[in-house]
């Protein structure tokens, strides 16, 4: 699928497929198109040419899709004076849901003890774990995670890696869009390196074997190459 603002092809060509139970991430510098990419998946933004498939149809188009897909934004917004609770029932609202999985949630999340505080009295931390027992709430499918570690602190990091890997172990499809590749490294099972094209998709084993050991010398051999080059040939492995 291809998109373009004006004068500016944000994604060109761009096709990849994600792997049931496996951890995929979406790598790319700023600019890439990995914001666009992820709204296209969401059913917020249109391509201009091509298509996305999510769970066997078109991006969050009827109701019962979006309820099998949970999604952690970078941006996502919370109401500042209601509490963590509060938050958790308005969402399971939203989704048709028992408030028998709030409960849950905060468990699997970490949140025990905070229901009561207000969403503005939470820490940037907190705020990201609420924001994924919102994506869990559902007990999703699929797992979109753009930028999940910003504003955790070392113990909320290895705390997110084993959720995600325990994600994958129950059977979800996991997308996770970062920039910190020391994680991405321990947490994936494949990449998709993204500069406007597709520059690489596959498994990270193989990614990393053509860099000799290291994910990030194959990543920046990659991006820099890419940044050379008009139109740069994908790899898939």
């Not at 028998?100 to 009295?121: C, H, N, P, T, W």
């Not at 970062?178 to 500069?195: A, C, G, N, P």
């Not at 094209?197 to 010398?217: H, N």
Request: aromatic fraction near 2%; include cysteine.
């Amino acid at each position: 699928m291809s998109k373009r603002f004006g004068d500016h092809q944000a994604l060109d060509d761009v096709s990849f497929a994600l792997r049931p139970g496996k951890v995929t991430g979406l790598l790319g510098p700023n600019g890439a198109g990995k914001s666009t990419l992820l709204r296209i998946l969401l059913g917020l933004a249109r391509p201009d040419a091509g298509s996305a498939e999510v769970l066997g149809g078109e991006p969050l188009s009827a109701p019962e899709r979006a309820q099998r897909v949970g999604v952690v934004m970078d941006a996502i917004g919370f109401h500042p004076r209601v509490t963590v609770r509060r938050q958790l029932e308005i969402s399971a609202r939203s989704l048709g849901l028992p408030s028998s999985r709030i409960a849950e949630v905060i468990g699997q999340v970490g949140l025990d003890g905070a229901e009561r505080k207000r969403v503005k009295a939470c820490s940037t931390g907190m705020r990201q774990r609420l924001a994924l027992a919102v994506a869990l709430l559902p007990d999703p499918e699929l797992l979109i995670l753009d930028e999940p570690l910003n504003g955790l602190d070392p113990d909320g990091i290895r705390w997110m890696r084993r959720l995600v890997e325990r994600s994958a172990d129950e059977g979800r499809t996991v997308l996770i869009a970062s920039h910190m590749l020391s994680e991405v490294e321990q947490s994936v099972d494949d990449v998709v390196v993204l500069r406007r094209s597709v520059l690489f998709t596959g498994s990270l084993q193989e990614l990393v074997r053509r860099g000799g050991g290291r994910l990030e010398d194959a990543y920046f051999a990659l991006v820099e190459g890419a940044a050379a080059a008009p139109r740069p040939e994908v790899t898939r492995a």
